[in-house]
């Protein structure tokens, strides 16, 4: 049943539909900086904790917040992109915020926005407009801190006119290379940005190339490094069938027995990270370790839809965001980790800016047969011009073509279905709309 927030909701996205896609950028922080000056400045009201990297950012952000959940703080969460509803990027207390709130949120802005249209040569983006009303969001709630995630690079991401005490730079690949750059070093550099002066830098194992810019940024920024490996990381690591179990060393002290219900090395890195953040954070030290239970709770606790989530059981159907090479690597390693298939059929619909080619390089080896499509986004890349690029990768006995989304599913599972082996499954990936729209298919949050 539809209610009226459902029907305000429809109409901020209409108008948020008008402005510029995520995918269309004029790096600049100065609309965004115009626009938070009209509004008080609202970001500087509360701490932040800031994350930036290549993967990962999405998964670390909702650690870190549920671990400082369970240290009994209100957190706001701002993360990007969504799945299925624009909510999911404002989150405040554990929950996306609602559609009557987003509404009024935005009513409250929006003349503002309007005077900063006036004045810039270029409109305020939709990413832009989003982010504000983030900031705005949790300084009327009022939160204890916000966790908020970039959305593209760092230094001129429209998140950047926060300063964080703590930034978190998750690993680094190639991405985005038409506006980061086209080497780790030279987008190592653009995340870099989300170092200030006095903060602490929190800092996945990079490349090398990667992890020189940053410290070398973070020591001109005036700002402490942490490093994984060095100071903190993943002690000890044990998958089991709803996730891992953990030793990590933390900043402060040792955490045993720290159940993760989320698959894959990568989550055990992006663990580490989030908890040398918490750590930093709350003031933790060498002679003061955080309560390992309030540790394990917020751990225990944390979820990452879309992230080889199980949305579906015989067989099992597997939804994953992964949209570069670096990322797909991790999701194939996870795979086989955590799963016994032994048939596995892939549905595949990537973005057209992408690399498909490195995509379906890393899972030609992982996957039976994979069936290519189309996801909803407006910048999706064609089914049959991805057909032609996994015929290349898998050879054409091994591929199938089906335009619909829900109709490849269809194909997938009912391959898996028909296999005469026990152990077959489903993997649906490609880009995060891929994901979010096979969850809303399958009905993700009642699957299990």
Not at 346 to 361: C, E, N, Q, R
Request: hydrophobic share 45%; glycine share 10%; proline share 5%.
């Amino acid at each position: 049943m539809s209610s009226p927030g459902d029907a305000e909701l429809a109409r901020v996205e209409a108008e948020l539909a008008t402005r510029w896609p995520e995918s269309r950028l004029d790096p600049t922080i100065a609309r965004i900086a115009a626009l938070v000056d009209l509004l008080g400045s609202p970001q500087r009201t509360y701490p932040v904790v800031h994350v930036a990297g290549t993967n990962g950012k999405t998964s670390t952000c909702r650690m870190i917040s549920s671990l400082l959940t369970a240290f009994g703080l209100r957190i706001g969460r701002i993360t990007s992109p969504h799945l299925e509803s624009v909510t999911e990027r404002i989150v405040l207390d554990s929950a996306p915020i609602s559609g009557e709130r987003f509404a009024a949120v935005y009513d409250d802005i929006a003349p503002y926005v309007a005077m900063v249209d006036a004045q810039q040569p270029v409109p305020m983006s939709y990413f832009e407009v989003l982010t504000a009303m983030g900031f705005v969001a949790f300084a009327d709630a009022p939160v204890d801190v916000a966790v908020v995630e970039v959305g593209m690079g760092g230094r001129w991401d429209s998140t950047n006119v926060a300063d964080g005490q703590v930034a978190v730079i998750t690993p680094i690949a190639l991405d985005h290379t038409r506006y980061l750059g086209n080497t780790v070093a030279a987008i190592a550099g653009e995340k870099a940005g989300i170092i200030k002066a006095g903060a602490t830098a929190i800092l996945a194992a990079q490349d090398p190339a990667a992890g020189q810019v940053l410290e070398r940024a973070a020591v001109d920024a005036g700002a402490s490094v942490a490093r994984e490996g060095a100071d903190f990381g993943v002690a000890d690591r044990r998958p089991g069938v709803d996730g891992q179990l953990l030793t990590l060393q933390g900043l402060s002290g040792r955490y045993d027995d720290v159940f993760l219900p989320l698959y894959g090395g990568y989550q055990a890195q992006n663990a580490a990270c989030s908890l040398a953040a918490v750590e930093t954070f709350l003031g933790a030290g060498p002679e003061r370790a955080l309560a390992a239970d309030l540790v394990r709770e917020g751990f225990a606790a944390a979820r990452s839809p879309g992230r080889l989530e199980i949305v579906r059981s015989s067989p099992t159907v597997l939804v994953d965001a992964s949209h570069n090479p670096a990322g797909m690597a991790a999701t194939v390693a996870a795979v086989r980790e955590s799963f016994a298939f032994r048939r596995l059929i892939g549905v595949v619909a990537i973005v057209a800016d992408k690399d498909a080619h490195g995509i379906l390089d890393q899972l030609e080896p992982l996957l039976d047969h994979v069936v290519v499509t189309e996801s909803s986004s407006h910048r999706r890349m064609p089914a049959g011009e991805l057909g032609e690029l996994a015929s290349v990768a898998f050879g054409s006995a091994r591929v199938s073509v089906i335009d619909s989304l829900a109709d490849a599913i269809d194909e997938a599972i009912g391959r898996a279905g028909s296999d005469d082996l026990a152990g077959a499954g489903v993997l649906v990936t490609g880009s995060v709309i891929t994901a979010g729209d096979a969850r809303a298919m399958l009905g993700a949050d009642h699957a299990r």
